[in-house]
């Protein structure tokens, strides 16, 4: 007998600051440990070119703050961990489920594998050949999230080409992640703090052979939308589900907004550290 398919939520959201798209993200978590909402899928862009610093992140000691502000860059604290990710020329995906979800597995690694399939095959549908890579964890890590290893990485030609990470609250299971389409390197790296400009120079270079973007690896430039449709097929694909689009209300982006405005924008959450299970740089 064939199991019927289940459905979850598909939210796709235009263009918007850093601070509400953080919002909708934590919202869909509060949401759903609620039961007011399905497992969702989340597919968004960025309005500014945006520096989402992981949720244990210290930022004075990493962060040029003066060059953020000078190149009009947004920052924003996330909810999840890891490192620092530049957001511009993407595809943003946000995955929000229970984890008592039988899809989900109970430790957050094996979680990431199994979401990760979704990754794999949204870059197989484009017709890039790429793979999750099991490695060694080692203590080096980097303010930046493409630098910084994780015990499963995807990857072409060795190369990481998605940055990821997972938090778990209230019984819900986020994970977030970017699928850039270009990097811009230069913009990159005048955002951190380097001891000296040849230090600088190096780790972009080091950067430059350990990442790769989709135009990096593709003779094809893809349309946004098309970059959207494979992954979502990838998704649904790998997860087995169907979906029916999720559409916000006004007292659901009230909530949002007020949840950006008074958590997201403000500095005791951007400068601060706080204590959660969460997992970050994968």
């Known amino acids: 007998m064939v199991q019927k398919r289940e459905t ?20 869909l978590l509060l949401w759903h440990s609620k039961g007011k909402i399905k497992p969702t899928i989340r597919f968004y862009q960025w309005k500014k070119p945006s520096l989402s610093i992981g949720h244990f992140q210290q930022i004075n000691s990493s962060i040029n703050l003066d060059h953020v502000r000078q190149l009009g860059c947004q920052l924003v604290r996330r909810l999840t961990g890891g490192s620092a990710v530049l957001h511009d020329e993407e595809l943003t995906y946000s995955i929000v489920v229970s984890e008592n979800h039988p899809k989900i597995p109970k430790t957050i690694e094996q979680a990431y594998f199994v979401l990760a399939q979704g990754i794999v095959q949204g870059y197989r549908n484009l017709g890039v050949d790429a793979e999750i890579l099991q490695q060694q964890l080692t203590a080096d890590r980097s303010a930046v999230c493409f630098e910084t290893p994780a015990i499963y990485e995807l990857v072409v030609n060795g190369k990481k080409v998605s940055g990821n990470a997972q938090t778990r609250k209230n019984g819900v299971l986020l994970q977030h992640g970017s699928i850039p389409f270009r990097f811009h390197e230069d ?61 916000l209300s006004k007292t659901e982006w009230d909530f949002i907004y007020h949840l ?20 970050g740089g994968i």
């Open 8 to 27: 979850w939520f598909l939210l796709q959201t235009e263009p918007l600051d850093a601070a509400v798209n953080m919002a909708i993200d934590e919202a």
């Open 260 to 279: 950006a405005n008074t958590k997201y924008r403000s500095s005791s959450w951007t400068f601060r550290r706080e204590s959660d299970k969460t997992i």
């Open 187 to 247: 913009f990159l790296f005048k955002l951190f703090q380097f001891p000296d400009e040849e230090t600088r120079l190096q780790k972009k270079k080091q950067f430059k052979e350990k990442a790769v973007s989709l135009y990096d690896i593709s003779s094809k430039k893809f349309t946004y939308e098309e970059v959207e449709a494979a992954f979502y097929k990838g998704f649904t694909d790998a997860l087995q589900v169907d979906t029916k689009p999720f559409t």
